[in-house]
């Protein structure tokens, strides 16, 4: 099947979203880890648990989810699942595993949620099973892992953009968003070829 994805990245969308917070506070630390593939497996089992038959198939994203490579130290999960308001019933279950639900947080169709308090362990995205926006995020995802020089190129401008804006995630993210949408259109065509 071959995808389209909308003129407006909806990549560096996600992306800001993950990363808006308070600029008085230090908000980019990078760690290489050999156990983020680990983490991520032991929280999928807690909610695939806890969650039941609402979840379809749990997804590592982000720059955990790329091994070898320097993240922040937080856990990017898709979780997809049959119909997004079944897991609005489930919102008590989800603020027992310690999430602070967030709505849409400027993704129409997308549950947002938050685990860690202002540490932020890990990042939720839900989405309904079929949604494009899965496709885009597994799309640069798997196009990193596959080719570790842009994978490489990414972090090493993350890095940079680290150091220079260490107090404003806003500039950090802004500086990551030409190389984004570069990336992403790269990982539409790749994936569709």
């Known amino acids: 099947m071959e995808y389209s994805f909308p003129q407006k990245s909806n990549l560096h969308k996600f992306f800001n979203s993950v990363f808006i917070t308070s600029l008085n506070m230090r908000i980019i630390e990078f760690k290489q880890e050999d156990n983020w593939i680990e983490k991520f497996a032991d929280e999928s089992n807690q909610l695939k648990m806890k969650l039941g038959d609402v ?8 720059s955990t989810a790329i091994p070898g490579n320097f993240a922040k130290p937080t856990i990017d999960i898709i979780l ?16 027992q595993l310690r999430y602070k ?12 949620f938050q685990k860690g308090g202002d540490i932020r362990t890990h990042h939720m ?42 107090f404003s995630s806003e500039e950090y993210t802004q ?13 539409l065509v790749w994936a569709n070829s």
């Open 101 to 112: 639900a967030k709505g849409e947080f400027g993704i129409t169709g997308r549950r947002y």
């Open 55 to 62: 979840v379809i198939k749990i997804h590592h994203i982000g």
């Open 80 to 95: 997809e699942v049959n119909y997004i308001v079944d897991l609005d019933v489930k919102a008590a279950i989800l603020k």
């Open 125 to 166: 995205h839900a989405f309904a099973s079929g949604s494009k926006e899965i496709a885009r995020l597994l799309f640069f995802r798997d196009y990193l892992r596959a080719h570790k020089f842009k994978a490489s190129e990414y972090e090493t401008l993350k890095l940079s953009l680290a150091t220079k804006f260490k």
């Open 175 to 187: 500086g990551k968003k030409e190389l984004i949408e570069k990336l992403e259109n790269e990982a």
